[in-house]
């Protein structure tokens, strides 16, 4: 059976080396095979007209997860109520798209010690933030105002506010710039591009909450350091990356449990001989 990551850029994806060690720790190396494809979205619904029975399932990242879920024949409620889609599991004909990247928070989190959040400011209003406040809410947050959305353009984030609106949570929303108003919560979330939380870190740092930032590499992020010296929670991207993929191990091979150790060593293993 065949699976790839899609997306453009896709060269620097950790996918192929996290779902190849799941396949060869799960004794599945010899009959499925993980590649990395280059696909822009508008080539995305050739490709998968042109899948035949071999493919198994797809990763989609960025710019194709809206896309994905357009052309999915079904979708789980959270992919619909994020309005993208990361994985599409292929078979019998139909497209059954899910969004892994909420399970992928929550279980790092989780994964930290946070098992339960009440109050939590996300920076950022992308793709991402909407899975955030989708993990936030499935951990607590769903209260009126409990999730803060501080956005650099806060009418950026319409599509966010929508996503969240459809999970039943009204999130505050304000610009970036206003950070120090929005502190005083259990956790908060970092969804912006790496070097572009820098200007926040000592603020974050010293408002006392556990801080999950979404950046993998390179790591630590000035946030992560600055909470990290702190003495706070600290949460990486790499480990939203790792149980994120587990998920779509289990999802595309049926497997009731991804081997989730042999997938964290082997990313681990390969971001160190990225850096050198």
């Known amino acids: 059976m065949r699976a790839a990551v899609l997306g453009s850029p896709v060269g620097h994806s950790l996918s192929p080396v996290l779902h190849t060690a799941a396949y060869s720790a799960l004794g599945l190396a010899g009959e499925w095979s993980y590649e990395s494809r280059e696909c822009a979205e508008a080539e995305l619904a050739g490709f998968l007209q042109g899948s035949d029975d071999s493919w198994a399932g797809l990763s989609l990242t960025m710019p194709l997860k ?3 879920l357009r052309l999915a024949d079904e979708a789980e409620r959270v992919a619909r109520e994020v309005g993208g889609a990361n994985t599409l599991v292929l078979g019998g004909g139909r497209r059954s798209a899910y969004n892994t990247d909420v399970h992928g928070i929550a279980a790092a989190l989780r994964e930290a010690g946070v098992e339960r959040v009440s109050s939590a400011a996300v920076l950022g209003g992308g793709a ?22 501080l956005a650099r ?8 506010v929508e996503a969240a609106e459809r999970m039943g949570v009204r999130p505050a929303v304000a610009p970036l710039a206003r950070i120090d108003g929005f502190l005083g919560v259990d956790v908060v979330v970092s969804t912006l591009p790496s070097g572009a939380g820098d200007a926040y870190a000592g603020a974050v740092a010293g408002c006392g909450a556990a801080v999950f930032d979404v950046v993998y590499s390179p790591w630590p992020t000035a946030l992560a350091a600055a909470a990290q ?28 449990s991804a081997p989730v150790e042999a997938m964290r060593t082997a990313g681990l293993a390969e971001l160190d001989r990225r850096n050198g």
């Not at 989708?134 to 951990?139: G, T, V």
């Not at 353009?153 to 966010?160: H, S």
Request: charged share 20%; proline share 2%.
């Open 128 to 149: 991402t933030a909407a899975s955030a406040v989708a993990a936030l809410r499935d951990l607590g947050a769903d209260a009126d105002g409990g999730i803060a959305l």
């Open 153 to 160: 353009e806060p009418a950026r984030a319409a599509g966010t």
């Open 66 to 68: 809206r896309e994905a």
């Open 229 to 256: 010296e702190a003495g706070r929670t600290v949460v990486g991207g790499f480990a939203m990356l790792l149980h994120q993929a587990a998920r779509q191990v289990e999802l595309m091979t049926g497997a009731e």
